[in-house]
Protein backbone atom coordinates (compact mmCIF):
# COMPACT_ATOMS: atom_id res chain seq x y z
CA UNK A 1 0.00 0.00 0.00
CA UNK A 2 0.89 3.33 -0.60
CA UNK A 3 -0.36 6.74 0.27
CA UNK A 4 -2.10 8.34 -3.01
CA UNK A 5 -4.67 11.97 -3.40
CA UNK A 6 -7.89 11.50 -4.33
CA UNK A 7 -10.17 14.00 -6.29
CA UNK A 8 -12.47 15.16 -4.10
CA UNK A 9 -14.96 16.02 -7.11
CA UNK A 10 -14.43 12.19 -8.45
CA UNK A 11 -15.16 10.81 -5.18
CA UNK A 12 -18.70 12.92 -4.70
CA UNK A 13 -19.80 11.87 -8.03
CA UNK A 14 -19.06 8.11 -7.42
CA UNK A 15 -20.36 8.25 -4.03
CA UNK A 16 -23.71 10.07 -5.30
CA UNK A 17 -24.20 7.51 -8.08
CA UNK A 18 -23.47 4.33 -5.81
CA UNK A 19 -26.40 5.61 -3.25
CA UNK A 20 -28.69 6.90 -6.11
CA UNK A 21 -28.54 3.10 -7.70
CA UNK A 22 -27.67 1.22 -4.38
CA UNK A 23 -28.78 2.52 -1.60
CA UNK A 24 -32.50 2.07 -1.23
CA UNK A 25 -32.64 -1.60 -2.49
CA UNK A 26 -30.06 -2.60 -0.57
CA UNK A 27 -30.05 0.16 2.47
CA UNK A 28 -25.46 0.44 1.83
CA UNK A 29 -23.98 2.93 5.18
CA UNK A 30 -22.34 6.10 4.13
CA UNK A 31 -19.49 4.52 4.99
CA UNK A 32 -19.80 1.39 3.08
CA UNK A 33 -20.52 3.84 0.12
CA UNK A 34 -17.40 5.75 1.00
CA UNK A 35 -15.12 2.95 1.12
CA UNK A 36 -16.51 1.21 -2.48
CA UNK A 37 -16.47 5.20 -4.29
CA UNK A 38 -13.39 5.85 -2.80
CA UNK A 39 -11.47 2.51 -4.46
CA UNK A 40 -13.72 2.89 -7.77
CA UNK A 41 -12.20 6.15 -8.08
CA UNK A 42 -8.76 5.08 -7.20
CA UNK A 43 -9.61 2.40 -9.86
CA UNK A 44 -8.85 -0.53 -7.56
CA UNK A 45 -9.56 -3.95 -7.70
CA UNK A 46 -9.84 -5.28 -4.45
CA UNK A 47 -10.76 -3.95 -1.06
CA UNK A 48 -10.51 -4.59 2.40
CA UNK A 49 -13.90 -5.85 3.90
CA UNK A 50 -13.82 -6.54 8.38
CA UNK A 51 -16.71 -9.28 7.71
CA UNK A 52 -19.23 -6.26 7.34
CA UNK A 53 -22.41 -8.20 5.13
CA UNK A 54 -23.34 -4.96 3.57
CA UNK A 55 -20.04 -3.50 2.63
CA UNK A 56 -19.51 -6.97 1.07
CA UNK A 57 -22.62 -6.81 -1.32
CA UNK A 58 -22.04 -3.50 -2.22
CA UNK A 59 -18.48 -4.52 -3.68
CA UNK A 60 -19.21 -7.56 -5.02
CA UNK A 61 -22.33 -5.54 -7.08
CA UNK A 62 -19.57 -3.17 -8.18
CA UNK A 63 -17.36 -6.12 -9.31
CA UNK A 64 -14.20 -5.52 -6.74
CA UNK A 65 -12.60 -8.44 -5.31
CA UNK A 66 -12.17 -8.70 -1.76
CA UNK A 67 -8.29 -8.42 -0.58
CA UNK A 68 -7.49 -11.02 2.39
CA UNK A 69 -5.21 -9.43 5.23
CA UNK A 70 -5.02 -10.01 8.15
CA UNK A 71 -5.73 -7.39 10.81
CA UNK A 72 -2.41 -7.72 12.33
CA UNK A 73 -0.36 -7.05 8.67
CA UNK A 74 -3.19 -3.95 8.41
CA UNK A 75 -1.93 -2.18 11.57
CA UNK A 76 1.70 -2.79 10.85
CA UNK A 77 0.98 -1.06 7.43
CA UNK A 78 -1.04 1.73 8.84
CA UNK A 79 1.64 2.63 11.46
CA UNK A 80 4.34 2.31 9.45
CA UNK A 81 2.50 4.81 7.05
CA UNK A 82 1.91 6.96 10.36
CA UNK A 83 -1.84 6.44 9.98
CA UNK A 84 -4.60 5.75 13.24
CA UNK A 85 -6.97 2.52 13.01
Known sequence: MRP???SGAGLEAQFEELALRHT?????????LLHVAS???LKCDH???????KLRNL????GLKNSA???QAIQTTLASLSLWL
Not at 59 to 62: Q, S, T
Request: hydrophobic share 50%.
Open 4 to 6: VGI
Open 24 to 32: AKHGFRTYD
Open 39 to 41: ALV
Open 47 to 53: VLEFLIQ
Open 59 to 62: RRLR
Open 69 to 71: LNF
